[in-house]
């Protein structure tokens, strides 16, 4: 497989991290990147990278088979747009687009041209989410009735762009997508029937810097997705509930704890003192009936089979493994996540 060329639109936080990743890829070489900002344009000279003076010429050079967008929010349709009309094909950064609209647009438009377009959904390679969906497969607590996604920061929202509505900033399309994207491909086989959330603005004003999430799958299954920037004691990063047991990640880096039912209990519960009154119900299981065990975090792939994925796609010898279908599933819920948010109300959402 020859490697393709790569121009990175954008070489801010993002663009600097694929740029690395275009390094050490073995389908992908860096041609260059573009960005309005000089101190982007110095950065690029002390890397020893080419640096286009607009994005006109970038998408110009016919050297440049593949276009990365790695810009703000608001720019991402229109950026994406041009590439492809140039030629190029396009890796977008998440979120994919501002709306569903936008991102049907790009769709057509790659169908347009027979380019390939593709989300950057980098999140599916981490460990914590590689453990949990593991867990899920393996069937240890059995079949699971509550999926709880939490990602709690404590510094709120950087000030950068992320913190200005115009250029679509917030958590929800920042982390949200990331962690909207992750609960459904947990469960890609089941729609979503009803969504409702709330959004919360401690520190900004403009956007929101955290919102939770209650997903109501069409098996009953439910989950809860969150993101907060303003959590100086973090909750654990996952929790699972299952028929048989329950199971905790606690951050990226830990390893699961589980906790499995050994036996149903065979004896009346005796009723206990808990605080300042009697309870049966509230009753710790005793030891002998609950089986405890650690599973280390399932070590992180990086995204280095996602450029081979798209090096593959277009050699024709590949499925996309992130799906525009997919994509454009994570945006219309995250739409109804903001929805339900604003109108302080359960969405039915079907999809």
């Known amino acids: 497989m020859k490697p393709y060329h790569v121009g990175i639109i954008g070489f801010g936080t993002e663009g600097v991290w694929h740029a690395h990743q275009i390094e050490i890829s073995d389908f992908f070489e860096l041609a260059g990147v573009s960005d309005i900002a000089e101190s982007r344009k110095l950065l690029a000279q002390e890397k020893g990278i080419r640096f286009y003076n607009s994005n006109k010429a970038l998408l110009a050079d016919p050297q440049i088979d593949v276009v990365i967008i790695a810009t703000p929010n608001n720019s991402h349709n229109e950026l994406s747009i041009e590439a492809l009309e140039a030629g190029k094909h396009v890796i977008c950064e998440k979120p994919a687009a501002g709306n569903c609209a936008e991102f049907e647009e790009m769709i057509e438009v790659a169908r347009k041209h027979d380019r390939v377009l593709s989300v950057y959904q980098n999140r599916r390679w981490d460990g914590d989410y590689l453990t949990v969906k593991h867990i899920m497969e393996s069937g240890r607590i059995g079949e699971i009735s509550r999926i709880e996604s939490r990602i709690h920061g404590s510094r709120g929202i950087p000030k950068t762009w992320m913190r200005e509505n115009r ?3 917030g958590v929800l399309w920042d982390w949200g997508t990331h962690v909207i994207d992750q609960i459904l491909a947990l469960k890609p086989d089941k729609k979503v029937s009803y969504v409702s959330a709330t959004m919360s603005h401690m520190t900004d004003a403009d ?5 939770t999430a209650m997903l109501i799958f069409e098996d009953g299954v439910e989950s809860i997705v ?17 028929k048989k047991g329950s199971a905790m990640i606690k951050d990226f880096r830990s390893g ?4 499995t039912l050994v036996e149903e209990e065979t004896e009346e519960v005796l009723a206990a003192r808990i605080g300042t009154g009697m309870t049966k ?3 710790p299981r005793r030891a002998e009936e609950v089986h405890k065990s650690a599973m280390p975090v399932v070590e992180e792939l990086g995204t280095y089979d996602y450029y081979r994925n798209i090096a593959e796609v277009i050699d024709g010898k590949s499925e996309p493994f992130v799906k525009l279908s997919e994509s454009l599933r994570v945006l219309r819920l995250m739409e109804a996540v903001k929805k339900a948010a604003i109108a302080h109300e359960t969405v039915w959402f079907e999809g």
């Open 281 to 283: 119900m509230m009753v």
């Open 167 to 169: 250029y679509e900033g």
């Open 226 to 242: 969150e993101v907060s920037t303003n959590n100086l004691i973090p909750l654990p990063r996952w929790y699972l509930t299952g």
């Open 207 to 211: 956007v929101e810097d955290g919102f």
């Open 256 to 259: 699961a704890e589980l906790a």
